[in-house]
Structure formats: C-alpha cells, structure tokens
C-alpha cells in the first residue's frame, strides 16, 4: 500500500534510509554517511513523501519536488521484490515525476532507472552538497 508519509514517520524512514544506503552506496566516505544521515531530517521537509508499507510496516518511500524524484529508499531487506517499481510507477502516473537525479557510482540505481524508462540528460561532478560524487541527471 502506497500512503503519505507523516512526520511520526521519519524514524523509521531514518532507518530504511541507513539499511538501504549502508547496502547501495559502498562509495560513500563514512563522515560523508554520517553528514548525510544528519540531515535526513532537514532533507524530508524539502519534498513530499511517500511510502509503501508491506503488512503495515514501511518499507521504502519516495521523496518528489516538482517533476523530479529527489529520493528513492528500499529497506535492503525488501530490495528486488518491486517496492521501488511501485513507488516509481506511482511518483510517475500520480505526481508527473519525469526526472531523478542518481549516484553514477550506484550502478545498480542507474540500471534500475534504465529499466524504468529513464536516460542519461547530463551529468555533474559533484552531487547538490558540492561533494565528489558524480550525479547522472536522467529523463523520461
């Protein structure tokens, strides 16, 4: 089931965050992890949230602004059983999602983006906090 997020939410999207980040994003420097983390927070008030839930639990959520997807979260232990197609699907039908933005080093994201209809548009150096993390910009 696909809701919206509330902020009683964001403990556990806190931790579908960490588990999914701590399994995809093996190039991240730990301090960079840690600032990250820090500002989830900060990071949820800037979009609008939405989560799918799995026997009433959440399991993964995206963030939207506009036509982008700005987030994209599976709990690793529901990754590769659909949630993100869902939560993509929905973004794109529901909330006119057209563009993400992704890690070019999160091989598995930039393929599952692919597969869901996405292509590259451009590329940046460095990710929205100024860090060298380069960001594929992709589009429907």
Known sequence: MIRKIEKADYPRMKEIWTSAVEHTHDFLKREDFEYYQAQLPFYFEQV??????????????????????????????????????????????NLQVSKVDVNEQNAQAVGFYKHMGFRTTGRSECDGQGKAYPILHMSL
């Open 48 to 93: 609008t949230l939405w989560g799918f839930e799995e026997e009433g639990v959440l399991v993964g959520f995206i963030g939207t602004a506009g036509d982008s997807l700005e987030m994209l979260f599976i709990h690793n232990d529901c990754r590769g059983k659909g949630v993100g197609r869902k939560l993509v699907t929905y973004g794109i039908a």
